[in-house]
């Protein structure tokens, strides 16, 4: 059984990046696609990104697209969010998620195993 834990949230001023980690343990990381959702106080949890199980296909909310990039290291089973230009309204708890198949998309429902998640808070 796969468990992830997030990592890299924190405070950071409108315009400043911040990095996220997701570590991965047990088996099946590397035949899975990963993802990124996040939840805002008193909204439900939306999609960010994904990756398939390769790193080749990324995909990405239209929010985020041009300033967020999602990788992938198979070898040290850690997906990772990089986040530039940040906005306060990127401000929400971020969870990492291992998708069902190979190759996951924007649903909630396409993924099995969710993180904690890890706070980020973009202030104006």
């Known amino acids: 059984q796969v468990q992830l834990v997030e990592s890299g949230g924190g405070l950071v001023q409108a315009g400043g990046s911040l990095r996220l980690s997701c570590a991965a343990s047990?088996?099946?990381?590397?035949?899975?696609?990963l993802g990124w959702f996040r939840q805002a106080p008193g909204k439900e949890r939306e999609f960010v990104a994904t990756?398939?199980?390769?790193?080749?296909?990324?995909y990405y909310a239209d929010s985020v697209k041009g300033r967020f990039t999602i990788s992938r290291d198979n070898a040290k089973n850690t997906v990772y969010l990089q986040m530039n230009t940040l906005k306060p309204e990127d401000t929400a708890v971020y969870y990492c998620?291992?998708?069902?198949?190979?190759?996951?998309?924007?649903?909630?429902?396409?993924?099995?195993?969710w993180g904690q998640g890890t706070q980020v808070t973009v202030s104006s």
């Open positions: 990756i398939n199980r390769s790193g080749i296909n990324t």
């Open positions: 998620a291992q998708g069902w198949t190979s190759s996951s998309g924007t649903r909630p429902e396409e993924y099995s195993r």
């Open positions: 047990g088996l099946a990381f590397s035949s899975s696609a």
